[in-house]
């Protein structure tokens, strides 16, 4: 969520937050994987901290980018978006980019090749405007992450794009202000894509995290080039193959992985 929250970078969670059911306590941490669970995730470790790793091959699956319905409502829940797939089964839903309080995104956004909203550098004291920012998007069925000013310098008729920060890696390298150590620690999900844009990665933290180990998973272990932050405190899940329902409030922009 921006709006608010990018005014307050560091601020504290609440103790909890609405899920389907009932109040989920974001301290019960994010539910592993089973141990002998074989799909599109996987669990990693890196630096004492767990990881929910899920790479999507776009040859067999199809991803897509759900931000508004028909009317123009943001969908808000993982139930509202599986609604509008037409009888197909979500595979993987992961939220997607900041948004405002309304849960309308706050950068680019492009949904079924249309644009939702344009893009915004963003000049604030949040997470969004750490610049540089970042571009994730899919155009001619290959998936990339890209530098928001150098998105914008290209001619790009994507399918998808969602647009979020900070970048985490930018052309192999961490992004400039990560601060090793740093105390600023989040539960926190972000992507990457293969070097082909054959593939695409997203990752999802089990416990809290900084900015500095978080972009070093995606550069040292991934071997991602480019990876892009989604968020850090309204990280959220679905996941069924593997168990994983792990909401944390009312979302925006998600990204939806179906078979082909």
Known sequence: MAGRRLARLFSGWPATVLAAGGLFSWLSGVPALPTDHNGLCRTETAAGVGYIVCEIPLDRHRLSLRAVDAAGKPYETFEAV???????RAELIMNAGMYHEDRRPVGLTVQD?????GAVLGTGSGNYSLRPNGVFFVE?????VM??????AGQH????????GPMLVVDGKLHPRFIENSDSRHVRNGICASEDGRVVTHVLSRAPVNFWDFGSFFKDRLGCRDALFFDGTVSSLRYPAGGIDYRRDRLGPMLVVTDR
């Not at 001619?140 to 990339?144: E, Q, W």
Request: charge should be neutral; glycine fraction near 10%; aromatic fraction near 4%.
């Open 113 to 117: 090749g249309r644009e939702v909203h």
């Open 140 to 144: 001619d069925g290959r998936a990339h």
């Open 157 to 164: 008729r994507p399918e998808l794009a969602t647009q979020s």
């Open 82 to 88: 599986e609604a509008s797939l037409a009888g197909r």
């Open 147 to 152: 530098e928001s000013t150098r998105y914008l």
